[in-house]
């Protein structure tokens, strides 16, 4: 079983600055791609920026240049630097991952979601 764990989440004001972290643990042989993703209320879950191993970051035009994604390897991990929040900004944001495990299968897998919150 593979787990996705989201922290960082919480209430900020306009213009100001969160980090998300996201960690993967379990039966994980290699990993292919993660990311974030957001769903705010009455929307569609919608991608916020991936990174695909190998490959340069991928941004949604909403928030390119404000975020940051990055990752570690070793500890199977995926940040989410967000700068210059805004009010749409507030979503539930969900941490994603593309992995195969040990016996060479490709899945997807999702977090449970961290709230973040952009009000005054």
């Known amino acids: 079983q593979v787990q996705l764990v989201e922290s960082g989440g919480g209430l900020v004001q306009p213009g100001g600055s969160l980090r998300l972290s996201c960690a993967a643990s379990?039966?994980?042989?290699?990993?292919?791609?993660m990311g974030w993703y957001r769903q705010a209320p009455g929307n569609q879950r919608e991608l916020v920026a991936t990174?695909?191993?190998?490959?340069?970051?991928n941004y949604a035009d909403s928030v390119e240049g404000r975020f940051t994604i990055s990752r570690d390897n070793v500890k199977k991990a995926v940040y989410l630097q967000m700068s210059s929040l805004k009010p749409e900004d507030t979503a539930v944001y969900y941490c994603?991952?593309?992995?195969?495990?040990?016996?060479?299968?490709?899945?997807?897998?999702w977090g449970q979601g961290t709230q973040v919150t952009v009000s005054s």
């Open positions: 990174s695909t191993s190998g490959g340069s970051p």
């Open positions: 994603h991952g593309v992995m195969t495990d040990w016996g060479g299968v490709r899945r997807e897998y």
């Open positions: 379990g039966s994980i042989a290699g990993i292919y791609k």
